[in-house]
Every structure is written in C-alpha cells, then in structure tokens.
C-alpha cells in the first residue's frame, strides 16, 4: 500500500493576528535575507513583520485576503531561482513601500532594489474618471453632483462665505495615493451630504482606472469597498436637523432635493393653496407679487418646478386646450434639457377653468412668442428666486465699525405661517403634491380621470392610488 505524503500549504508565509492588527511569518529558509535587510540576526527564530501600520486589521475579512495576497506574492519572488531580481527590498512592489525597508535597501545596495513607480493618486483617478462620467450623465447631474459636490469632498474645498471664496484643506484625499495606508482612516473623516454615494462612485472610479490600464500595479486592490464605509440609519433627529451647504447653515426643508421632494407627498389642502395665491397676489414687495401667476400655475398643473421654467406660447394651444411639457431647466447649468422622466406629457385643461382664464390673462400682457413666466430682460426664472419669495433670505453685511450685521428677509409662506394662516411649511415643489392629492381627491372615483391625472402629471395610476389616495376611512371588504 503506497502512502500518501502530507499536501503541502499553499504558502509557506503564514497570516496571523497580533493585538488587532495582521502580520506575516517567514520561513526560516528566508532567515539570511531578513537579517542582512534589519542588520541583526534573528537567533533560528523566523522572522514576523507586522503590517498594522499598513492599514491591515484583523477584523476586516478583506484585509485578510489582502495580506494572503501580499504573502504568496512574496514567496513566489523570495524562492525564484532569479530572486534576486525579483524581490523589491523595499517591499512597496508588495504595497508595503515607505518603511523603514526602503531606506535601508538604498544603504544596503541590495541586488534586486529598483525604484518602484509608485501608484497613481485619489485626485488622478477621480479626473480620469470624471472625463469619461461626462458622457453618460445629464449635464445638470455631472456639474451638481460630480464637479462640485464630490469633487469639493475629494479636493477638501470649503466655502468660505465671508471671503466668498473656496478654501482647501491642508491634506485632501485627493493627494493620497489609493494604496496609501492612511486613506481609510480619511475618508472616514470627510463631512458631505450623500456620502454613500460618493464611496460608490469612488470605487467605480477605481475599476474604471484598472480597466483601462491606468494603474501602476494590477496588484492594488480597491481601497473603496466592503461595509467599512457603509453609513448609519438616519434617524430622525439627522432628517431634521439643520445642515451646512456651501459653508452656509440652512434648515432641512432648504435643501433642494428633488429626488427627496418627489417622495414626500405632503400636500396644502385648497383653503392654504388659495391663501398662499392670494397672498402672492398681494404681496407688497414687487418681485414676490410678480411671480405670483407662476405659484398659481404650479398650484394649478402639478408640473415640476423645473418645467415651468423654459415654457413658451408655443407650448400652449388654447383650440385643444392643452399645455405640452416637452422640456425643464437645469437648476445649476441654465441650460433647457428633456423632462426629468424624459417624457414629452399633454396637459388638458377645461374650456372655462381657472388655468384657463391665468393662461390669457398671461397672454395679454405678454410677448406672443415668448416665455411665459420670463424675469429680468425675458431670461428665464430661477429657482432661487422662487425660493426666497416662498421661504425668505438672510444677508450679512460688514458696517462702519467692522462689525456683521444679518437682515432677514421673510418669504410670503413664512410670513403665512408666523400669522397662524397656513398650518405649517412645505416646499414649492409641494405644489406638485397639491394639485394631485386635490385632483385625485375629486376623482377618487372615475378610474379614467385618475388615468388623465397621471398622464398628465408624469406618475402612474398606481402611484396615485398608493401614496396619494390611500386607503379610504370607513372602507370595508366584502367577505367571501
């Protein structure tokens, strides 16, 4: 009977844990090697090396990986018969460079020690990233988000309201090198909205690089992924309370959010929808007053903010009675786009209706073939402007005597709320939610015209039925 020999492991350099961090042990074959590189000798001992310091934890399963990874690279170098030309005495061909190793082999003289290229950094691959991410996102996404909202996380540029200027910070990430040590540690530090996001779009930025061959090793595993990063449950309190934006603090209901205001279906019900018209209407201050056809046209079509914006007469027919939503414009670029769901939505209003009668009365005081809502020299509107009208606006300014002073400019619903008028505040873009809720309230019951609401609105009948209708009190169920 022929006895079988023992199988050997797969590595000789063994993976162990040392007081929360990783590190390796070493043959004893490799003794000579070790002693000559740390100038004393090891007395039959094998060598262990911690690689803690390295970023490499013993609860992390994916750094365990990394460092077998590491370890059977290693051995593969040391017991080649042309070691000598292989093995990296500085050990930063084995992203473990920047030690005291890469000092000592330059002292040494070592055969084997090149000057290895080191990785590319945060701030290359995100650049390389962002040129091709331009093509395959809308335009308004690329710049909010991308150009400014992350790359102001990555570069550490802060605005600094009082210079009205960004200022950067002494070690931003996009410095490191993405198999620096130190860059899980950093990140963790980095204070911006949607930063989940933002981890995700890093580690795509890192495939993208290796996929194109843009970094110096193929040997550099992703520093971005795993739960490390993964963010807490928001709990209520973080929902509600107040956040800094460009280096301004704001309320949470300031936030622009469209995603997270398409959402929230909170609704004025029709007395607050005509006391904020009419207060509008009424409103002492002239710019206010004169975007007061516009807040009754959101009130009255449910259209998203955006795409009320870049409409024109020609947009309207008055012999079919309809309003064609063909477009939107992007809040920061300026710049007419599709629709949101890029849709193109017929909106049918009634012969003697109250949209009807607004859309004229606009008419007649306007251009024929121009905007219908048009603002300074017959530009386009803002958002910001529609803002401070609804909400309010705070200026500071610098007196005589150096001090600050803050004046605050009250919006027409804020003023609504402080008299008691209206029973609390929601955004503009709630007008959208009004206008369904009410429509979909009064056609509860003719299946057709919640299919004409939701046409016209861009949503689905489904939508309506389950998040804006609800289930009817007092309903009760057949049993069968």
């Known amino acids: 009977m022929k006895v079988q020999s023992k199988a050997q492991p797969a590595c000789d350099i063994a993976v162990y844990a040392d007081k929360g961090s990783l590190a390796l042990r070493f043959p004893k074959r490799h003794n000579p ?23 490499f934890s013993a609860d992390e399963p994916e750094d365990w990986k990394r460092a077998t990874q590491i370890a059977i690279a290693l051995e593969a170098d040391l017991d080649h018969p042309e070691w000598e030309k292989l093995f990296d005495p500085t050990l930063a061909k084995y992203s473990l460079g920047g030690g005291k190793y890469a000092k000592l082999a330059e002292v040494l003289q070592l055969p084997g020690t090149v000057q290895v290229e080191p990785e590319i950094t945060v701030g290359q691959m995100w650049e390389a990233y962002l040129e091709w991410k331009k093509t395959v996102v809308e335009e308004t996404t690329f710049k909010d988000v991308f150009c400014t909202m992350f790359s102001n996380a990555i570069y550490g540029r802060k605005w600094d309201k009082k210079n009205n200027k960004y200022k950067e910070l002494d070690t931003p990430i996009s410095t490191l090198r993405i198999d ?3 860059l899980g540690s950093q990140i963790s530090l980095l204070s911006t909205c949607r930063k989940s996001y933002l981890i995700s779009e890093l580690s795509k930025a890192f495939d993208f690089c290796k996929s194109k061959g843009l970094l110096t090793s193929l040997t550099t595993n992703n520093p971005f992924v795993g739960d490390k990063y993964s963010s807490p449950a928001v709990t209520t309190q973080q929902k509600y309370a107040s956040r800094i934006v460009d280096g301004v603090l704001i309320q949470w209901h300031e936030v622009q959010d469209e995603k997270e205001l398409e959402n929230d279906r909170r609704a004025f019900n029709k007395i607050e929808r005509d006391i904020i018209i009419k207060a509008f209407c009424e409103s002492s201050n002239k710019t206010y007053k004169a975007l007061a056809p516009l807040i009754e046209f959101y009130f009255l079509t449910g259209c998203r903010t955006s795409e009320a914006f870049p409409l024109t007469w020609k947009d309207v027919d008055f012999e079919r009675n309809l309003i064609r939503f063909s477009k939107s414009l992007g809040y920061s670029t300026r710049k007419v786009k ?7 939505r017929l909106f049918y209003f009634g012969e003697n209706s109250r949209l009807k009668q607004l859309l004229l009365t606009l008419k007649s005081q306007g251009e024929a073939e121009g905007l219908i809502f048009s603002g300074f020299r017959g530009k386009h509107l803002t958002r910001d402007l529609v803002s401070r009208a609804w909400v309010g606006s705070s200026t500071t300014s610098t007196l005589a005597d150096g001090t600050e002073k803050t004046y605050h400019y ?14 609390g505040y929601l955004s503009p873009y709630h007008t959208r939610h009004t206008y369904i809720t009410l429509t979909a309230h ?5 299946n057709n015209a919640l299919l004409l609401i939701a046409s016209a609105c861009g949503n689905s009948v489904d939508v309506i039925l389950r998040h804006y209708l609800g289930v009817a009190e007092g309903t009760t169920l057949v049993e069968v």
């Not at 009250?410 to 029973?423: A, D, K, N, Y």
């Not at 009064?442 to 003719?446: I, L, Q, R, S, T």
Request: proline share 4%; aromatic share 4%; net charge negative.
């Open 410 to 423: 009250p919006g027409v619903v804020t003023q609504l709320i402080e008299q008691g008028l209206i029973s």
């Open 442 to 446: 009064a056609n509860a019951h003719d």
């Open 33 to 55: 090697l070790w002693e000559q590189l740390d100038g004393k000798s090891l007395k039959g001992k094998p060598k262990c090396l911690g690689i803690g310091k390295y970023g």
């Open 180 to 182: 620096d040590s130190t």
């Open 338 to 344: 599709e629709t949101k769901t890029g849709e193109i």
